[in-house]
């Protein structure tokens, strides 16, 4: 959760897997039996779930009478945040070209899928700080919201992680520990409070899906002279993040670095099940200093990106409940779905990176949609222009399209 747009517990609920009663118990047993006997008289409101109708005037407002605090630029029309950037002269540089493409592609919401699920214990130890042992990627960020949720000063709290099964950009939010010390607080006892599976998926973050439409001019000799690229993100019923982190993205120096991949792939004719016979990536690191773990990032991240790519998709049904929230129902990939990749790296040297060494992070999964999208069209003759390439959409394409 966040301060500027979220409370502890809401008497409104925007999305189904919001938290709106808080059961405290001394077993599990017993606190999922007093959550059954919660009754809840709801008063159902309007709703809206693609973020192109929810920017329309008259579209249903998520959130209302929001001061300037909250940080959501638009509320009335659901914009969270608008930035726009123009380098050069976009009009002349479409002006300049031969030929002009065009084009919108669609991302999906995904789940992180990291296998140990969001959760925290807190108690108050001997030297009267509250300590909270959780899962997460950023414990001082966590210990400086619950010291401004709860009016205490820092150094009362103490945010430690021991380690962490996975997160992958999931576990930078507060989502279990405030409640946590809420009723550490209140009830003087250590509290636990750890997610199932369902509620991971239904209750914490995703990868927001995409609406991405890019227009491009060339010459003829394959000079780009324009590029013109809208982007849609859908954040949900809450924004997660802050405003100026987003717009400082924009200013933050970028080096020179390149990644690049490509695939090479067979698709059945019959069953549209794509098979990778082969996978490279190159990627610019700069100075290399621990070549196995960097090499184990660009794996790591290759698996997700085909994962997202072939088989990940959360399905909501017409009243925004998620239908498949387990991994019986949500497929990742296994080890026998991701192919050995060659990997290389460049042989570059960073100026402002320590010892010439630039960041890998979650890179290696840029490049991985496009270019098993170019590999597929290259096999079939079909383009897809969403995700995922799953068999059953690909019987589709190849069908209808002769």
Not at 236 to 246: E, F, S, W
Not at 256 to 266: E, I, N, P, Q, S
Not at 309 to 324: A, Q, S
Not at 363 to 390: E, H, Y
Request: aromatic share 8%; with cysteine.
């Amino acid at each position: 959760m966040d301060p500027d747009d979220t409370c502890l517990l809401d008497n409104v609920v925007r999305f189904v897997g919001q938290r709106v009663v808080a059961v405290v118990a001394e077993s599990e047993g017993t606190a999922e039996e007093a959550c059954r006997l919660v009754q809840i008289d709801y008063e159902v409101l309007p709703a809206v779930f693609d973020p192109e109708e929810a920017m329309k005037d008259g579209a249903p407002v998520i959130h209302t009478g929001l001061r300037a605090e909250s940080r959501i630029e638009d509320a009335e029309h659901n914009v969270f945040l608008r930035i726009a950037n123009e380098v050069g002269n976009v009009d002349e540089g479409f002006a300049e070209a031969d030929a002009i493409s065009e084009g919108t592609y669609y991302s999906t919401k995904v789940q992180h899928a990291h296998l140990e699920t969001h959760g925290s214990i807190v108690w108050q130890g001997d030297d009267g700080r509250y300590h909270v042992r959780t899962s997460t990627q950023t414990p001082h960020l966590t210990k400086n919201k619950l010291a401004y949720l709860f009016g205490l000063f820092p150094h009362q709290i103490h945010v430690f992680s021991e380690r962490v099964g996975g997160g992958f950009g999931a576990k930078q939010e507060v989502l279990t520990e405030d409640l946590c010390l809420f009723a550490a607080i209140q009830t003087c006892r250590p509290v636990k409070w750890e997610f199932t599976r369902a509620e991971e998926f239904s209750a914490s973050v995703s990868r927001h899906p995409m609406k991405v439409t890019i227009k491009l001019g060339a010459r003829k000799d394959g000079t780009l002279t324009a590029m013109e690229i809208r982007t849609v993100s859908d954040t949900g019923a809450l924004a997660r993040g802050k405003l100026n982190v987003a717009r400082k993205a924009y200013g933050t120096p970028r080096s020179t670095a390149f990644l690049v991949h490509g695939f090479r792939v067979a698709v059945h004719g019959v069953t549209g099940e794509i098979r990778i016979l082969q996978s490279v990536q190159a990627y610019d690191a700069g100075t290399v200093l621990n070549p196995m773990q960097a090499r184990g990032q660009l794996e790591g991240g290759i698996a997700q990106g085909i994962g997202i790519c072939l088989f990940e998709r959360m399905v909501f049904d017409e009243k925004g409940v998620l239908t498949n929230p387990n991994f019986r129902n949500y497929r990742i990939p296994a080890f026998v779905d991701i192919p050995r990749s060659e990997i290389y790296f460049a042989k570059t040297h960073d100026a402002f990176g320590p010892m010439g060494a630039k960041p890998v992070g979650e890179a290696p999964i840029i490049p991985i949609a496009g270019a098993l999208g170019n590999a597929v069209a290259d096999a079939t003759g079909v383009r897809l222009t969403s995700l995922p390439f799953s068999a059953d959409r690909i019987y589709a394409e190849i069908a209808s399209a002769g």
